[in-house]
């Protein structure tokens, strides 16, 4: 906090001390190759097109004028941080070397080697994970972060500053200032035997404490300021320490440090600050930014990024294993943001990369230490770097990191490991956990772990008979979203091309992450025929990542039990497209009306399902969870819209749900299928305390006259046919002939009789991996070959009708953290769905577990009537989808209608019922005569 802002060049004066910003222009080589100018600070990937993706060695050198009144006073080049490893001369000597890409540091400049005019030159490396290049420090074997996710990072990326000092000077100073008022400072100096004069000044610049402190080196000042004003998410309230050095009756050096009072512990389940709850209402950040990779454009960026945050009704920010520019810090302080930050991680454990862990914290604490912002630190991540689930050596040293650090900084919570499955905590400050998945394809799997997780579920902590549990850790789901996408004529250059990482993330979620050719494959597949015009597409798949944010947070809200979560994150980081906005700052458009979940006091409420029928009774239990905030006597939930009610609301206490109970909800009669809406509010003496709506399918009550004759070889598919209304009939005397799946009788009664097939193909009978039962007698001897001792694969596509069919658990087809956007095409008999064209919760009952293949671009847009793409729009697959078979065809679909009994879900009956109209207009030849 206390070295000056000099990212704006120039020379600047601070206190007894004189600084002079070499940042700017410098002159560049890698690897021996042509000298060119680069920006400082900058890692080299952001600068040169040419050198995205290198690592290695490279060369900065720059010249500059020394000031004549620095002649007396000691000189230091001081570096914010250069990756990884650097060595620094001026004037052709080395003045000194340092291995780490995220930490400061500085060299003292002998006087007599400095010039009016100097040369300055900083040899950098950056190792690839060769450690017979570079055996010394393997990248491996180095704290590096995201790096092996989005990209190298190398080079002089943070500030360089000069600085001239009194060789009696402050070094270092480390804050203690809890709640109580009580503040120490451990002061290190260059001054012993001089004296230290030390004030704190309030935000107005009053003295509320001052003393003076006789110096030996390292010394402890003691101080007592009587009702502070306290540090807070709400008030953010600042004070200044002012540390003078004496000596012969002059001030020879001074130091100014930003800090707060504040008190951070954990008690009872609880996160409290101040003695009073927290409920964590946090984003990830990777602290990456559009053009300077990992160095911030300005601080007027970071400012508003952090105005953005809280307008989104963040109140933390997870610094996700990375060491951010200091300015981060400074403005997390000024606005109120809570940060929980860690250290980068390491590939492998060994003996030199577990020392750099401890030291890079030990650099991050004396950094950062001062900031009331940062409330906790995280030692592993993800199990990166260790194992834990089969290295006891791993556990006992997460155990020992743990309480070396609580030992180094008791004041603030430490995680040793942020889990997920299948790894796991040994000794920790939170009970952390990360799980992903996508609504509405995994919203009982949600459902599910976020109950056991709320129950504090055995599976968090390690059951090899070494975990220290204490048992009231505070539950934090510390990772959870889902993709949206960003527009990317928001992102592209004012010249129109791509930034550079347009081109990457191609290696990540089997392919479907590479944004490149968004557009083109969106055309390619006619997707426009559903969502209108590409950005349509876009507005829809942001509205998608809404509501599963708002769905799975309501659902945490539920249980008391959780103090907080993580969603991933703030922002989009280049390939990665689960932001709040994207990766240039830009909201998404739900950026207004997200802090609305995203609250202290939300309003939870929870159909019993998300679809109901003209006139029906439609249970809805609703609760009230409060966080951070509590509420009064008095209050009131009042709802309205198609439906309307008010129920009171007892007053109710930090951290806590309150449940309401069920209160049945009488839908209006309709004679048309639409979505029902439902709009919440909770009043408390005129004021409004939360806001929250609920969508709901509502279906016209289903025609059972006139409907075509089908026929259903299963005894129980017959049921089901008949108990939605139709008339059973042999297939001789059906219009349509309901199956499962298929065989050689059916294909033949297709191609030659022209009769129409309807595939409920939901995974209920096995088959080849398509649609089919039996394998043709044609294929018997390509099944009978064999080469290199195995037998040749079938494709699963081949067999007609032409369709494979593919279990999404088994692939990225599944809805986790990359999400597939799953869409009904509104035309048709599909035209009156309500909603869409993406799948709403209404569809939780019914949607697919399995995709349909073998389907060309262009059928997309015309045969296959519901589909999903995956990612930056890869990975097509159908859900729905027509083929003619010979004279006859089929229509085929991986919804499941046959969950519950008939008519009990109308999704199902709808669905089933536009299946039926769609096949029976299949083109079709009909039998040959």
Not at 772 to 783: F, K, L, Q, S, T
Not at 809 to 820: F, H, P
Not at 858 to 878: F, I, N, R
Not at 884 to 896: D, E, I, L
């Amino acid at each position: 906090m206390a070295q000056p802002d000099l990212t704006q060049g120039g020379t600047v004066e601070s206190g007894a001390r004189h600084h002079q910003s070499l940042d700017g222009v410098w002159q560049f080589s890698h690897e021996n190759g042509a000298w060119r100018e680069a920006q400082v600070p900058n890692p080299w990937q952001a600068e040169f097109a040419d050198l995205v993706d290198a690592s290695g060695s490279a060369v900065y050198k720059r010249s500059f004028t020394l000031p004549q009144n620095w002649s007396e006073q000691e000189v230091a080049i001081k570096f914010g941080a250069v990756s990884y490893f650097s060595e620094v001369s001026v004037n052709g000597q080395v003045v000194g070397s340092h291995e780490g890409g995220y930490l400061p540091f500085e060299f003292v400049l002998p006087k007599a080697l400095l010039k009016a005019e100097n040369e300055v030159e900083v040899r950098v490396v950056l190792p690839t994970g060769d450690h017979t290049l570079y055996p010394d420090y393997p990248f491996a074997e180095t704290p590096h972060g995201k790096q092996s996710w989005y990209g190298p990072l190398g080079g002089i990326w943070q500030s360089v500053t000069l600085e001239a000092r009194d060789t009696r000077h402050v070094e270092h100073v480390a804050i203690t200032a809890g709640m109580d008022g009580q503040f120490s400072a451990v002061l290190e100096t260059s001054a012993a035997g001089q004296e230290a004069r030390i004030e704190i000044r309030a935000a107005d610049g009053t003295v509320v404490a001052e003393t003076t402190l006789p110096l030996t080196g390292k010394d402890t000042a003691s101080l007592s300021v009587a009702a502070p004003k306290l540090w807070s998410i709400e008030e953010p309230n600042l004070y200044t320490l002012v540390v003078s050095i004496v000596a012969d009756g002059k001030v020879v050096d001074s130091h100014v440090e930003a800090f707060g009072f504040r008190t951070v512990e954990t008690r009872d389940g609880k996160i409290l600050l101040n003695g009073k709850p927290v409920y964590m209402r946090a984003a990830l950040d990777q602290d990456y930014y559009p053009d300077g990779i990992c160095t911030p454009p300005s601080l007027e960026f970071l400012e508003d990024q952090a105005r953005k945050a809280k307008h989104l009704g963040l109140n933390t920010l997870r610094c996700h294993i990375k060491v951010p520019d200091p300015r981060y810090h400074d403005v997390a302080d000024r606005f109120g943001l809570l940060v929980w930050t860690e250290i980068p991680n390491v590939q492998i454990m060994t003996e030199k990369s577990a020392q750099r862990l401890r030291d890079t914290m030990e650099g991050i604490l004396r950094r950062d230490g001062n900031h009331p912002s940062i409330v906790c630190w995280t030692i592993i991540n993800e199990d990166w770097g260790t194992r834990t689930v089969e290295n006891a050596d791993h556990r006992q040293w997460l155990k020992d990191t743990y309480d070396w650090l609580k030992a180094l900084d008791p004041s603030r919570m430490v995680v040793d490991n942020s889990a997920c499955f299948p790894n796991f905590h040994v000794k920790t400050d939170l009970n952390d956990y990360h799980y992903y998945r996508s609504v509405p394809e995994r919203r009982q799997e949600w459902d599910d772990i976020t109950a056991q997780f709320a129950a504090g579920a055995d599976w968090t902590y390690s059951t090899l008979g070494d975990a220290e549990r204490l048992g009231d850790e505070p539950l934090i789901v510390s990772e959870f979203g889902v993709w949206g996408l960003p527009d990317p004529a928001k992102l592209r250059e004012a010249d129109g091309s791509e930034p550079f990482w347009f081109e990457t993330g191609a290696s990540w979620g089997d392919g479907v992450a590479l944004p490149h050719g968004i557009e083109r494959r969106f055309q390619a597949l006619n997707l426009s025929k559903t969502f209108g015009d590409f950005a349509s597409f876009i507005t829809a798949v942001q509205w998608y990542q809404f509501n599963n944010l708002k769905y799975e947070i309501e659902v945490m809200r539920a249980h008391d039990s959780i103090m907080g979560y993580v969603i991933t994150e703030l922002t989009d980081v280049h390939w990665e497209a689960n932001g709040l906005m994207d990766i240039k700052r830009n909201p998404r458009v739900f950026h207004d009306v997200f802090g609305q979940i995203n609250a202290d006091i939300v309003i939870v409420p929870k159909p019993e399902r998300y679809a109901a029928k003209s006139g029906e009774t439609l249970g809805v239990a609703l609760a009230v969870a409060t966080g951070g905030a509590e509420i009064g006597a008095g209050a009131e939930l009042v709802w309205s819209g198609d439906v309307s009610g008010r129920v009171a609301v007892p007053a109710t206490s930090y951290v806590t749900t309150v449940d309401l109970g069920r209160q049945a909800f009488v839908l209006p009669q309709t004679d048309s299928n639409r979505t029902l809406h439902i709009d919440f509010t909770l009043q408390q003496g005129g004021t409004v305390l939360a806001r929250n709506s609920i969508a709901i399918s509502l279906f016209a009550l289903r025609k059972s006259q006139g409907l075509p004759k089908l026929a259903a070889p299963d005894a129980k598919l017959a049921s089901f046919v008949s108990g939605l209304g139709y008339q059973v009939v042999d297939a001789a005397a059906a219009d349509i002939v309901v199956v499962h799946a298929l065989d050689a009788g059916d294909i033949e009664a297709m191609r030659e009789s022209g009769r129409k097939y309807l595939v409920l193909a939901d995974g209920s009978v096995k088959t080849h991996r398509n649609l089919r039962v039996d394998i043709p007698a044609g294929e018997a001897p390509y099944r009978a070959m064999i080469a290199d001792e195995r037998n040749l694969p079938v494709g699963i596509d081949q067999q007609l009708p032409g369709m494979g069919l593919v279990d999404r658990d088994s692939n990225i087809w599944r809805g986790d953290w990359i999400a597939g956007f799953s869409w009904i095409r509104r035309e048709g008999a599909f035209a009156d769905l309500p909603g869409g064209p993406l799948l709403d919760l209404s569809y939780d009952n019914v949607v697919p577990h399995h995709v349909l293949t073998g389907f060309r671009t262009w059928e997309y847009g015309s045969t296959v009537k519901a589909g999903l793409v995956v990612g930056w729009c890869h990975k097509p697959g159908a859900l729905i989808a027509e083929r003619q078979v010979g004279r006859g065809g089929v229509v085929a679909t991986t919804f499941r209608l046959t969950n519950e009994a008939p008519g009990a879900d109308p999704v199902a009956a709808a669905l089933f019922d536009a299946l039926v109209v769609t096949a029976g207009e299949l083109p079709v030849d009909g039998p040959k005569g």
